[in-house]
T-cell receptor
């Protein structure tokens, strides 16, 4: 099946710094990628949807200037948490969906990135 | 708009007993349905999915779910659970061809299998 990787798997940073998380589709071209965050013992909350080559669409309540998303290629999307604060500590998960000729009907999830802001 | 309700936040069960995790959805259009499993500190793994065709879908590890359109349900079942099935299970729905097949998740059900 389709494989999605995330890097790093864990990151600890100081308050005020920026953190970049990468999401890669390894064996298919992902025309659409999704970014979620998950708080402990809660469900996934969609943050934004990004299509390759265009600006991301953010869900209501998600600050686009704080959570910068770039989907520059068909296999890579990045999420940058700018000026991170302790309340940004969470588990961030990406998923990818293929385009025509690929896995269009389902999303494939990365393993997640645990962000801890001190 | 669509929504997903998982009626049980936790389901404790003894090993080798049967289990059912309930999922109901609401949508005004046709949907795709999914069950994902999440082990601690890991991402989501697709367990099974319903896109079209037979309403009973099965996974390779003994789980099955049945799409019931009249009851708008997609309950997950396993006749005999193992300790290794302990995990968080998420039901999700998407609308074909809309919003990039964006998924809407239920709140999750923690399956706790006891020896």
């Amino acid at each position: 099946g389709a494989v999605v990787s995330q890097h790093p798997s864990r990151v600890i940073c100081k308050s005020g710094t920026s953190v970049k998380i990468e999401c890669r589709s390894l064996d298919f071209q992902a025309t659409t990628m999704f970014w979620y965050r998950q708080f402990p013992k809660q469900s996934l909350m969609l943050m934004a949807t990004s299509n390759e080559g265009s600006k991301a669409t953010y869900e209501q309540g998600v600050e686009k200037d704080k959570f910068l998303i770039n989907h520059a290629s068909l296999t890579l999307s990045t999420l940058t948490v700018t000026s991170a604060h302790p309340e940004d500590s969470s588990f961030y998960i990406c998923s990818a969906r293929g385009g025509a000729g690929g896995p269009v009907n389902e999303q494939f999830f990365g393993p997640g990135t645990r962000l801890t802001v001190l | 708009a669509q929504s997903v309700t998982q009626l049980d936040s936790q389901v404790p069960v003894f090993e080798e007993a049967p289990v059912e995790l309930r999922c109901n959805y609401s949508s005004s259009v046709s949907v795709y349905l999914f069950w994902y499993v999440q082990y601690p500190n890991q991402g989501l793994q697709l367990l099974l999915k319903y896109l079209s065709g037979s309403t009973l879908v099965k996974s390779i590890n003994g789980f099955e779910a049945e799409f019931n359109k009249s009851q708008t349900s997609f309950h997950l079942r396993k006749p005999s659970v193992h300790i290794s099935d302990t995990a968080e299970y998420f039901c999700a729905v998407s609308t074909p061809g809309r919003a990039g097949n964006m998924l809407t998740f239920g709140g999750g059900t923690r399956l706790m299998v006891k020896p």
